[in-house]
C-alpha cells in the first residue's frame, strides 16, 4: 500500500512542519505549516486505521488551525515583536536536540510500545515538539499549537492500540474544544492589548 | 427514562438554557439552586434499579444508557455522590451570586457538572480521561470571564490537566495488557509509570503543583476552588476505580509506599509554604494541595478503613473549602486578601471574618470542625503503622494552624473597634449556613458520614 511505502515521507513532513513552527515569524505561514502537519498525522494514522477513519484527525486539525487563525488579528498578531536570529538559531537547535533524542530513544521505547517505528518515531518527535513549544513559548498561539501537536502525537500512538469509533469522536471534540478553547483566549489577550 | 439521562442529560439541557438566559442572572441564580436541589433530593430518594411509583403508572428507570457503543451505568453506588455534587453544586452557585461570579459560572459550572457525573458513569472507566478533559475546557471561560486579562495561571492550569489525559489513557490500555500477561514485567512498570504520571498532573501532585497557587491567587478564588474541587473529586473516584479493576495494582508493593511518600511530601511542603504566604489566596491554593494529600495518605492504608476515611473525606472538604473560599472571596471584595488588608475587618465583617477563620482553622484540622474526626481517625491509622508517618502530617497541619493564628491577630488588630455588620443578607445567610454545618459536621460526624460511605458499595474489590 503507497502509505506504508513511503510513510518516511510522513515522518519527513512532520520534522520539517514541527522545526518550521518553532521559528516561524509569520502566523499565515505558521498556520499552513500546522495545516501540513497534519497530512503527516493522517499519513501515519492512515497505516493502522482505515483511511475513511484516518481522514478525521486531517480534518480535525485543519478545523483546528482554521479556528486559531481566524482568531489572530492582524494588528494584534503574537509575531508582531521582531524576534532575533539567535532566538530562531536557539529554538532549531532545541528542536534538533529533541529529534535526536528521538532517535537515541527510540529502541528502546520500541520495547515498550511494539508499533511500526516509523509510526513511534514520527509520533515522538511531535510529542518532543510538543513539549518543547510549551515549555519554551510565551504567547498563547504557540502554547495552543503546541498542546495540539503533542496531543497529535499521542493520537497517532494511541491509534495503533485503540481503534474505537467513540474514542476517535471523544479525541476529535477535545482538539476541537482546545482549538475552540485557544481561540477564545488568544482573542481575550488581544482585546485586553488593544484595550 | 434512564438515571444518566435524569443525571447527565437533563442538566446538560438546563445548562445550555442557562447559557442563553446568562444575561438575566437572577433568574438563572433562581433556577440553578432549584435544580441543583431537584437533582441532589432525586439521587438520595429515588430507589435504584426499580421503577418509580407515581400514582397513576409505575416509571421505569433504567441505571444505563447506551451512546455509541459504550454504556453509561449510575447505579445504587453512584447515587450518594451524585446527591453530594448536586447539594453542594446548589449552594456554590448560590454563593456564586453572593461574590458576583461572572456570568458564565452556574451555565458552564453546571456542564462541569454534569460532564463529572458522566466520567463517573461511562464504562470502560478509561474513557473518563476524555471527559474530564472536556470539563477542562468547559471550565476555562468560567475561570478567565471575557474581557478580564488571561493569567499565567490558567494556562498552567489548562497545560497540565492536557498533559495528563494521555497518559492516563495509554496507561489504561497498558493495565488492560498486564491484566492479560501478568507475567511481564516490563508492562507493569510501564502501566504504574503511566498511570502515576496522569495521576500527578491531574491531582497537582508533588511536584507539579506550583499551578495552582497561581490559578487560585490570579481568578475569582471560590470559583477556581469549585474548579479545582469538583475535577479533583472525580480524580479520585476514577483512582478507586483503577484500584478496584487491577488487582495487580491493589496487590502492588511499591504502591502503597509511594502514596505515602507523596501524600506525606505535599502535605508538608504545602504546610511550610503556608507559613510563608502574605496572600491567603494562596494559602487557600495550599490547603487544597494539603487535602489532596491527606487523601493519598488515607489510599495508603490499603485498608477498608482507609478507604472509608477518603470517602468520607469528600463531604468535609466540600464544605470546609467551600465556606474558606466564599468568605475569602466576600472580604476581598472590600479589601486586598492578605494579612496586612485583613487588619481589623473582625468588626467590619465579622461573620465573613469568623468564617474565613473556621475554613482556614478547620482546613488546618482544629477540633469540632468539619475535618478534624477525619484527621484524629487518620492520623491514629497512620501511626499503627508507624508514628513518623503521623508526625509529619502534623506537622503541616500545625503550619495552617499558626498561620490562622497570625490570620486571627490581623483581623483582631484595629485602632478603630467600632463594630459593624457590612455582609448582605444574602452573604450573611451562605457563610452561617455554611459556618453551621462545619461545626455539626465536626460535632456530629456520625450523622452524615457513615451514609456517604456508601459511595464504596460501587467498588466490590475495595473490602
Keep these: ?195 | 427514562m434512564s438515571a444518566p439521562q435524569i443525571w447527565i442529560g437533563f442538566p446538560l439541557l438546563l445548562s445550555a438554557i442557562l447559557f442563553v438566559l446568562r444575561k438575566q442572572t437572577g433568574v438563572v441564580w433562581i433556577i440553578a439552586i432549584a435544580s441543583n436541589i431537584l437533582f441532589a433530593l432525586l439521587a438520595f430518594f429515588l430507589p435504584a434499579g426499580r421503577p418509580v411509583d407515581l400514582g397513576l403508572f409505575l416509571l421505569p428507570i433504567e441505571d444505563s444508557l447506551v451512546v455509541l457503543g459504550r454504556r453509561f451505568i449510575l447505579d445504587g453506588g453512584d447515587r450518594q455522590f451524585l446527591g453530594l455534587i448536586f447539594a453542594l453544586g446548589a449552594f456554590w452557585f448560590g454563593g456564586g451570586r453572593v461574590v458576583q461570579a461572572n456570568r458564565n459560572f452556574v451555565p458552564l459550572g453546571m456542564t462541569v457538572m454534569a460532564l463529572l457525573a458522566a466520567a463517573l458513569a461511562v464504562e470502560p472507566f478509561l474513557y473518563a480521561a476524555l471527559l474530564v478533559e472536556m470539563a477542562v475546557l468547559v471550565s476555562v471561560p468560567i475561570l478567565s470571564p471575557p474581557g478580564q486579562p488571561v493569567k499565567q495561571g490558567l494556562f498552567r492550569f489548562l497545560i497540565f490537566q492536557t498533559l495528563a489525559m494521555p497518559f492516563i489513557l495509554i496507561a489504561g490500555w497498558a493495565a488492560g495488557a498486564v491484566e492479560a500477561n501478568p507475567a511481564a514485567p516490563h508492562l507493569l512498570q510501564q502501566a504504574v509509570v503511566l498511570l502515576a504520571l496522569g495521576f500527578a498532573f491531574w491531582l497537582a501532585v508533588f511536584p507539579f503543583y506550583n499551578w495552582m497557587p497561581l490559578l487560585v491567587s490570579q481568578t475569582n478564588p471560590f470559583v477556581a476552588s469549585f474548579i479545582v474541587l469538583t475535577l479533583n473529586t472525580l480524580v479520585f473516584l476514577l483512582s478507586l476505580d483503577f484500584l478496584d479493576a487491577f488487582s495487580w495494582l491493589r496487590s502492588s508493593d511499591l504502591l502503597y509506599p509511594a502514596l505515602r511518600l507523596v501524600g506525606t511530601l505535599m502535605v508538608v511542603t504545602a504546610g511550610i509554604w503556608t507559613v510563608f504566604q502574605q496572600d491567603l489566596t494562596r494559602v487557600l491554593a495550599y490547603t487544597l494541595i494539603m487535602e489532596n494529600g491527606f487523601s493519598l495518605l488515607a489510599l495508603s492504608l490499603n485498608n477498608y478503613v482507609g478507604f472509608q476515611i477518603f470517602a468520607s473525606m469528600f463531604l468535609a472538604r466540600w464544605i470546609t473549602i467551600a465556606l474558606f473560599s466564599l468568605s475569602l472571596t466576600i472580604l476581598a471584595q472590600k479589601t486586598t486578601p492578605d494579612i496586612q488588608g485583613l487588619q481589623g475587618f473582625l468588626y467590619r465583617m465579622p461573620l465573613a471574618s469568623l468564617s474565613l477563620l473556621g475554613g482556614l482553622l478547620g482546613m488546618g484540622g482544629a477540633p469540632l470542625l468539619a475535618v478534624f474526626p477525619l484527621r484524629l481517625f487518620l492520623l491514629e491509622n497512620l501511626s499503627s503503622a508507624s508514628l513518623a508517618y503521623a508526625i509529619w502530617p502534623i506537622i503541616g497541619m500545625a503550619c495552617i494552624l499558626i498561620f490562622g493564628l497570625r490570620v486571627l491577630v490581623s483581623l483582631v488588630e484595629s485602632d478603630q473597634k467600632t463594630r459593624r455588620a457590612e455582609e448582605t443578607r444574602s452573604q450573611a445567610f451562605f457563610l452561617t449556613g455554611g459556618l453551621l454545618f462545619v461545626f455539626m459536621l465536626g460535632i456530629f460526624p456520625r450523622w452524615f458520614l457513615p451514609s456517604f460511605q456508601k459511595l464504596l458499595e460501587t467498588f466490590a474489590q475495595l473490602k
Excluded at chain 1, 494588528?75 to 537547535?93: A, D, G, K, W
Aim: one cysteine or more; glycine letters at 8%.
Design chain 1, 1 to 195: 500500500m503507497i502509505f506504508q511505502r513511503f510513510s518516511v515521507i510522513a515522518a519527513a513532513i512532520i520534522v520539517v512542519c514541527c522545526l518550521f513552527l518553532l521559528v516561524s515569524r509569520n502566523w499565515r505561514q505558521s498556520i499552513l505549516a500546522f495545516a501540513v502537519l497534519y497530512i503527516g498525522v493522517f499519513w501515519l494514522t492512515a497505516l493502522v486505521w482505515p483511511v475513511g477513519l484516518a481522514v478525521v484527525k486531517l480534518v480535525v486539525g485543519w478545523m483546528a488551525g482554521a479556528v486559531l487563525g481566524a482568531t489572530i488579528q492582524t494588528e494584534t498578531s503574537p509575531f508582531q515583536h521582531v524576534e532575533l536570529r539567535p532566538v530562531q538559531i536557539f529554538r532549531l537547535t532545541a528542536g534538533a536536540v529533541v529529534i535526536v533524542l528521538v532517535f537515541a530513544l527510540e529502541s528502546a521505547l520500541l520495547e515498550w510500545i511494539a508499533i511500526d517505528p516509523v509510526v513511534l518515531w514520527g509520533a515522538m518527535v511531535l510529542i518532543g515538539m510538543g513539549v518543547l513549544q510549551l515549555g519554551i513559548m510565551t504567547n498563547p498561539f504557540n502554547l495552543f499549537v503546541g498542546l495540539l501537536i503533542l496531543l497529535a502525537g499521542f493520537e497517532t500512538i494511541y491509534a495503533v492500540l485503540e481503534s474505537s469509533v467513540l474514542v476517535a469522536g471523544l479525541l476529535a471534540v477535545v482538539n476541537l474544544g482546545l482549538a475552540l478553547t485557544g481561540a477564545y483566549l488568544i482573542s481575550s489577550q488581544a482585546g485586553e492589548e488593544t484595550a
